[in-house]
């Protein structure tokens, strides 16, 4: 448990224990598979469970009333998918697989039993949710204010960093199946101006996004440019020891 994403993710708050390992453990009980594009967690709908991503991304997003979505988030293995769903009366948002995932299902009384059991770990999730929360604040800080290909800049490094922490990224890079819809709808730019804003990065010899790779050609540069600090993410742990 350790060594999987969700154990790493963790293991950045709290060094894991061995009754926190064996409840984690006890919350993979019901391993399922969604295939792409079709929803595990639906905007407004009561009684859902909760996910742990184990292989594969997701996407978080809500729909207006005219139909336009807006993506809130990506999902990486380690995320929580729909935790909020467990919490609240209606979930707020959709979450959606980019590629086919592997999840294992939860329930709010298993979730509330390894609670109990567990305070440390109940700490580290909230943690987990408590850096989520950070996340969005920068992603409405770019929106706002952010310049475009800063914005992308700077989100691009923050998926890089969260990958990192599960052992699938790097400095160098990382594997990406987001498409330029994808990355027009989480920054609030149009298809053609995210095609424009990749292609300067990639003229400058910093970023090249291609055939599903991200690749950093200059990162030191990329970070100074999109004013990228990770502090943020909170991963240079454990806090608890």
Known sequence: MQNTALGRKLGAFVALSAPEISALESLHKRRRTFVAGRDL???GQSEQAAYILASGWAVSYKIMEDGQR????FQIPGDFLGLRSVLFHLSDHSVEPVTNIDVTEILLPDLLDAFSRTPRLAMAILWAASRDEAMVVEHLVGIGRREATERMAHFLLELGARLALVGMGSKAGFDCPLTQYHLADALGLSA???????RKLREWGMLTFRSGTVRFDDYDRLAEFAKFDPTYLDQTGPLLK
Not at 70 to 73: F, L, T
Not at 192 to 198: E, I, P, W, Y
């Open 41 to 43: 967690v639906h905007q």
């Open 70 to 73: 807006q993506i809130v988030d």
């Open 192 to 198: 053609v101006h995210t095609n424009r804003v990749l």
